[in-house]
């Protein structure tokens, strides 16, 4: 596949992840590296959104460890159960996060960050990573965001 994104600019949101979806799965077809298709789902998600920030943390022990993103420099190490991505590996389930300031022992790795959506990456049962995307407008993710990232993250299975 051509690294070339068509992106119904314009269209609705849930337009644009059906748009996508296809594009991400010929992207990483093939290509077993994780560290790699992680890199590019979040390139993807942050060109055709314009999100504040995406990007993956990846489990290591008891922490999350940054890994691929894009945006600005993020926080490197997030402990089990804190901030939005240590509750939603925690509790193993997608995050949405309205505003951000009013979310108990959220951690701010940006002040810019006004709301997010954090999605569990599973494998083989148990979650390996999470896939975070933060905005700069409150309530910007709802339940289409949820579902088509959750698709997305499927890809990696």
Request: hydrophobic share 40%; proline share 6%; charged share 25%.
């Amino acid at each position: 596949m051509a690294e070339d994104l068509h992106i119904p600019y314009g269209a609705s949101k849930e337009e644009i992840y059906k748009a996508l979806y296809p594009q991400l799965q010929a992207l990483i077809e093939g290509e077993p590296d994780l560290i790699a298709n992680m890199a590019n789902i979040a390139s993807v998600l942050k060109e055709a959104f314009h999100f504040f920030w995406v990007g993956f943390y990846r489990v290591s022990g008891e922490q999350l460890v940054l890994g691929p993103f894009q945006g600005p420099p993020a926080c490197t190490r997030i402990n089990y159960g804190k901030g939005v991505c240590g509750t939603a590996w925690k509790e193993e389930r997608t995050l949405i996060v309205p505003d951000v300031d009013k979310f108990p022992g959220h951690i701010a790795c940006s002040s810019l960050s006004r709301s997010e959506i954090v999605v569990p990456v599973r494998h083989r049962g148990a979650v390996t990573a999470v896939l975070d995307v933060d905005s700069d407008r409150l309530d910007h993710f709802d339940e289409t965001d949820a579902f088509y990232l959750g698709g997305i993250i499927e890809l990696f299975r």
